[in-house]
């Protein structure tokens, strides 16, 4: 069970975290830099929310130290994000899925997946460092 809030949790904060990163992003970093690069500067802070999140809640829920324990978290974690990527992300922007990956830059989309791979892995090797 705790795994299942740990997962549940993980999400809502690195989610949380990204939704409000990627708002000022659009608005704010884009227009200057462009879509790529304003993606490629929010991708290190969100990796370190990343780590900063799973350690925190491995700490705050005592998800047990094995290892499908640590990745059933990130697995409950993932899923759900990719539930919100192409679920809610898709309906705000309007597009569909085959607009979605259409419009993606090769780069950060495949920086953006890398991430998103690290996300699920992280409740694994985060408690140790």
Do not use: N
């Not at 990204?18 to 690069?37: D, E, I, N």
Request: glycine content about 10%; aromatic content about 12%.
């Amino acid at each position: 069970m705790r795994t299942l809030q740990g997962g549940l949790l993980y999400f809502a904060l690195v989610f949380g975290t990204g939704f409000l990163m990627g708002a000022a992003r659009v608005a704010f970093v884009a227009p200057q830099l462009g879509a790529r690069r304003a993606e490629l500067i929010e991708l290190p802070i969100m990796v370190l929310v990343t780590v900063f999140a799973a350690r925190w809640i491995i700490r705050r829920l005592a998800i047990p130290a094995a290892l499908p324990s640590r990745l059933g978290m990130g697995g409950v974690g993932l899923a759900l994000m990719l539930v919100a990527e192409f679920g809610l992300v898709l309906w705000l922007r309007g597009l569909t899925i085959r607009e979605y990956w259409a419009t993606r830059d090769p780069i950060s989309a495949t920086a953006y997946y890398a991430a998103l791979v690290l996300f699920a892995i992280m409740p694994a090797v985060a408690w140790r460092t």
